[in-house]
C-alpha cells in the first residue's frame, strides 16, 4: 500500500532516503527550503527511471537506490557549479560600487523606480539566505515564526517554547554577526 505522502511508491526506505537527501541539499548551492519538493522529485524522479536497470544478483535493493539518490545528488550539484550557471555569480549588492572613480555611485542609484525600494528588497535577500544557512532547527522556527507566535510556533513543532527561546537566541546571534540587529 502506498502512503498519501509517499513520491515512489517503492517502500517506506525509498521516501525517507529521498527526503533525507533532499534536506542534506537545503542551504548548499543556493538551494532553500522553499527548493525542497523540486529536489524530492529530482531525485525521486531519477530513482523510478533507473529502477529498472537493478540486478539483485549486485547489491541489495536498499544499496542501489542510495546509491542512485546519492549519484543523481552530486549530478545537481555539478550543473549548479557549473561555470555557465553557477548561483552565486549573479550575487552582487546593491550598495557595491559601479565604478572606482571619486563620485562612486551604487549600483541602487542607477535603478529605475525608489531607491529605497531597491534597498528594501536588497536586504530581504540578504535575510532570506541568512535564513537558508541556518541549522534546520532553527529555519524551521523562523518559517513558523513569519505567520505565528511563539505559542502557535511550539504546539506546531510539539515543543517547549523554552526550547524554542533558546534557539531563537541563536538565531539573534546568526543575525547580529550578520549585521542585522546590533
Not at 519538493?37 to 537493478?54: C, I, Y
Not at 571619486?102 to 523606480?113: H, I, K, Q, R, S
Request: aromatic letters at 8%.
Amino acid at each position: 500500500m502506498v502512503s498519501k505522502n509517499s513520491y515512489i511508491g517503492f517502500d517506506r526506505y525509498a521516501d525517507q532516503l529521498i527526503r533525507h537527501k533532499a534536506r542534506q541539499l537545503i542551504g548548499k548551492a543556493g538551494w532553500t527550503d522553499d527548493d525542497r519538493p523540486d529536489l524530492e522529485q529530482e531525485l525521486a524522479l531519477d530513482l523510478v527511471q533507473r529502477m529498472r536497470n537493478f540486478d539483485p544478483k549486485k547489491a541489495q535493493v536498499t544499496t542501489f537506490m542510495a546509491r542512485v539518490v546519492e549519484h543523481r545528488m552530486v549530478t545537481l550539484m555539478e550543473a549548479r557549479f557549473a561555470q555557465c550557471r553557477d548561483w552565486r555569480r549573479g550575487r552582487v549588492s546593491l550598495n557595491d560600487p559601479v565604478n572606482d572613480g571619486e563620485d562612486a555611485e551604487e549600483w541602487v542609484d542607477t535603478l529605475p523606480g525608489d531607491p529605497e525600494a531597491w534597498q528594501k528588497i536588497d536586504r530581504c535577500m540578504d535575510i532570506e539566505r541568512l535564513i537558508a544557512s541556518l541549522p534546520d532547527e532553527q529555519r524551521i522556527l523562523c518559517e513558523q515564526l513569519k505567520d505565528n507566535t511563539m505559542a502557535e510556533a511550539a504546539r506546531t513543532l510539539g515543543l517547549p517554547r523554552s526550547t524554542l527561546y533558546g534557539r531563537l537566541g541563536l538565531i539573534r546571534e546568526r543575525f547580529v554577526e550578520g549585521g542585522f540587529l546590533s
